[in-house]
């Protein structure tokens, strides 16, 4: 490399207008970049070190970033970095800080006032819970119920915070007094982490049956990756997020599918465990069933459950 190459840092214009601005998430959390290091350059200059800038296209980085995402090589991403300052509720961030590969520094309520928020459920927004997942929920209650569920929500704030209040005001020690404010209560954390694993928690937290709010948060944060890697970010979507992944299982099934033998397939469905021996559907079959529908190859499916 050029000497020069060193001396100036790499810089996305369509990024740097999103420094220091607060996206905003749910009712008062928000996003917002504080700083970011590499870009798709960095990603292309780690897989092929020995080349210089011009010895590259813009079509070829492009075909190199699609390879090392298409055949998970890891490395490469990890060149690019990015630092966000976020505020999230509780119970979400409770989600969001087992992803261990980051490094986080959060709000501390040992040493300061917690932060006099929380976040609040508007009456349409109360969701049941799922049928089919123990963690997930599905559909939304009727809006009269969730009137008054919302209601005795901004009781319950204004209670907790009350007493929260009155604990410090007595000289209760900060770290004591905190232990009965709600989870909707929001905190504020840097978190810095690097792009591969950055998209591995934005495969998981984006996915539809991610929890609504930690989701929101995902799509945020995925706004700005899009603008800070385009490249990896495009192959990120074709090959990770909008991707569908065949086990070997669902190959054997997708085999007996293309013969038409709807005997064999019945079989082999039942073999793999997508299938009871009464034919009802398991949970592997149901997922393995989804897919079948994005490859629009439900048809003989249907008549081999139907049978």
């Known amino acids: 490399m050029e000497e020069s190459e060193h001396s100036q840092r790499a810089a996305v214009p369509a990024l740097d207008e999103l420094l220091g601005v607060r996206l905003p998430v749910l009712d008062d959390g928000f996003v917002r970049l504080v700083d970011y290091m590499g870009t798709d350059s960095a990603i292309v200059q780690a897989a092929r070190i020995s080349y210089g800038h011009g010895t590259r296209t813009p079509s070829s980085d492009r075909t190199l970033i699609r390879y090392l995402m298409r055949h998970r090589h890891t490395t490469p991403f990890e060149m690019c970095e990015i ?19 980051a490094s986080v520094n959060e709000y501390s309520t040992r040493y300061s006032i917690a932060i006099d928020s929380a976040q609040q459920t508007a009456a349409d927004d109360w969701r049941h819970q799922s049928s089919s997942s123990k963690q997930g929920s599905e559909g939304h209650i009727e809006s009269a119920m969730g009137a008054t569920l919302s209601a005795r929500e901004k009781e319950l704030h204004q209670l907790s915070r009350a007493v929260y209040a009155e604990r410090l005001a007595a000289g209760v020690a900060r770290e004591q007094a905190r232990k009965d404010l709600p989870l909707s209560t929001y905190t504020e954390a840097y978190w ?99 897919k079948l529908s994005r490859l629009g190859l439900t048809d003989v499916w249907r008549r081999v459950r139907e049978a």
């Open 192 to 290: 810095k982490i690097d792009l591969h694993n950055l998209l591995h928690f934005l495969d998981l937290r984006l996915a539809p049956n991610a929890q609504y709010e930690i989701r929101s948060y995902a799509r945020r944060i995925a706004e700005i990756v899009e603008r800070w890697c385009p490249l990896a970010w495009e192959a990120f979507t074709d090959y990770r997020l909008e991707n569908v992944s065949l086990s070997r299982s669902d190959t054997a099934v997708v085999q007996m599918l293309a013969s038409g033998d709807l005997d064999a397939v019945l079989q082999v469905a039942k073999a793999v465990g997508f299938l009871t021996k009464d034919g009802t559907l398991t949970r592997e079959g149901a997922e393995f069933e989804a």
């Open 83 to 101: 630092k966000l300052h976020v505020r999230v509720p509780m119970d979400a961030w409770r989600q969001w800080i087992r992803h261990r590969t």
